[in-house]
């Protein structure tokens, strides 16, 4: 019983790898067209540098995507994070603001101002 099984799974096996066998003998498309064991074409390793040049190309394009994306999303940019005065304010005006708020007292208001000379 044990040697049937076993002729059966070798009789098997040969029918499965008998085709791939006979398929790797085959002449292959080099030995057809002449075209030799070489990777591209004559030996053109240099048309490696492609690959790499691409590659940063593409992930450039992405990034730029993302940076025009995020910024598009974001709104309008006003220059920088802190706050200018608008043309026309001078600074006694935003003195004079900063003692209104509370955020300075009348000494160094007085202070500032001689200071200015205003």
Not at 25 to 38: I, N, T
Not at 102 to 111: A, H, L, R, S, V
Request: charge should be neutral.
């Amino acid at each position: 019983m044990k040697l049937s099984n076993a002729i059966c799974a070798a009789a098997g096996m040969a029918a499965v790898l008998l085709p791939t066998w006979a398929w790797a003998q085959a002449p292959s498309d080099a030995e057809k067209y002449g075209y030799g064991p070489h990777m591209m074409w004559g030996g053109g390793w240099y048309g490696m540098i492609f690959g790499p040049l691409f590659m940063i190309l593409v992930l450039a394009v992405i990034i730029a995507a993302v940076v025009f994306l995020v910024r598009w999303l974001g709104g309008p940019w006003h220059g920088s994070a802190w706050h200018q005065a608008p043309p026309g304010r001078t600074s006694l005006d935003i003195l004079k603001e900063r003692f209104a708020r509370g955020e300075i007292d009348k000494q160094e208001f007085e202070e500032r101002r001689r200071v200015l000379g205003d």
